[in-house]
């Protein structure tokens, strides 16, 4: 069964980095778009940026252009999440998918 773990979540202040890892099992990983959204407290939870199966196209969300950059490793079945200059704004539980399968989320917290 498809599996997607996420990892690397954590307390950072404002200004930090952090990077995300989505480990995935149970598809052929290199033959699925995949996708990082997020959820912050008593919000919808919205897409944050998206990869192509093999990494050649890339989107983002107007909030996190220029900041964050999706990447990954269709050798390692991993998708990455690397994000800097963080804000508060976002704080949120960040998901990994692959239509329409979701991980359980890891929290990242941006305070000082």
């Known amino acids: 069964q498809v599996q997607l773990v996420e990892s690397g979540g954590g307390l950072v202040q404002p200004g930090g980095s952090l990077r995300l890892s989505c480990a995935a099992s149970g598809f052929i990983f290199s033959n699925y778009a995949m996708s990082w959204h997020r959820q912050a407290p008593g919000k919808e939870r919205e897409l944050v940026a998206s990869i192509s199966p093999t990494g050649g196209n890339t989107n983002y969300a107007n909030s996190v252009k220029g900041r964050f950059t999706i990447s990954r490793d269709n050798a390692k079945n991993t998708v990455y999440l690397e994000m800097n200059s963080l804000k508060p704004e976002d704080t949120a539980v960040y998901y990994c998918?692959?239509?329409?399968?979701w991980g359980q989320g890891t929290q990242v917290t941006v305070s000082s």
């Open positions: 998918r692959r239509f329409p399968n």
